[in-house]
């Protein structure tokens, strides 16, 4: 009669260990892009343009939703991260509504499509992870471009053109290595189970 139960609590603690697996994740990512974004963004934009932050959006993104399988994972850490970066020094002053919302655009179109690309999020193919990558850095630069337009600053068609196309073949890029380091993580973890479980038949 206690079956059901012991089911249920093994069940619940399964589905704990992987939400806390999640937000460690979600953690570790945000920490890493925060860190990393601050130094380059102060230290290093009038030699990277930002196109290494371009990269690792899309990369991370594919990290966290093919390792979680969560559905809205990019859209949550692009939320984290945009608000976070709301107050880095930019163009517009120490306040960077183009920034936020442009990196939220891009998690929720990453989102959006693996969610109805029809494939899984458990098992995401790389064909899917990068174009949706590439669909989210292309919503991306117009978003912060019309929000920059909104609060003042004009951008010329070369400025737009440069954005376009300069930020959707990074976040091609980005989005391809961020699955094979997916790769290469689960090849570790597979290989961790083989030798856990080679070593309990030896014992036996």
Do not use: C
């Amino acid at each position: 009669m206690n079956q059901p139960w012991i089911g249920g609590a093994g069940l619940r603690g399964v589905k704990g260990t992987v939400t806390s697996r999640y937000v460690a994740l979600v953690a570790v990512l945000t920490a890493l892009f925060t860190a990393y974004g601050y130094v380059t963004s102060i230290e290093l934009r009038s030699v990277t343009r930002s196109l290494d932050l371009f990269f690792l959006l899309p990369a991370f993104f594919a990290i966290l939703v093919s390792l979680t399988g969560k559905k809205w994972g990019g859209t949550i850490l692009a939320s984290i991260i945009g608000l976070i970066f709301l107050g880095t020094p930019s163009a517009a002053g120490n306040f960077s509504p183009h920034i936020t919302a442009s990196v939220i655009v891009n998690g929720l179109v990453f989102d959006l499509y693996l969610q109805r690309s029809g494939g899984s999020l458990l098992d995401p193919s790389r064909k899917h992870l990068v174009l949706a990558g590439t669909l989210g850095n292309l919503a991306m630069a117009p978003t912060g471009l019309f929000v920059l337009q909104a609060v003042g600053f004009s951008s010329s068609a070369l400025i737009w053109a440069i954005a376009l196309i300069g930020d959707t073949l990074v976040g091609a890029a980005g989005a391809f290595f961020g699955t094979l380091v997916v790769e290469r993580v689960k090849g570790l973890q597979a290989r961790r189970v083989l030798e856990a479980e080679s070593a309990v038949r030896v014992r036996v």
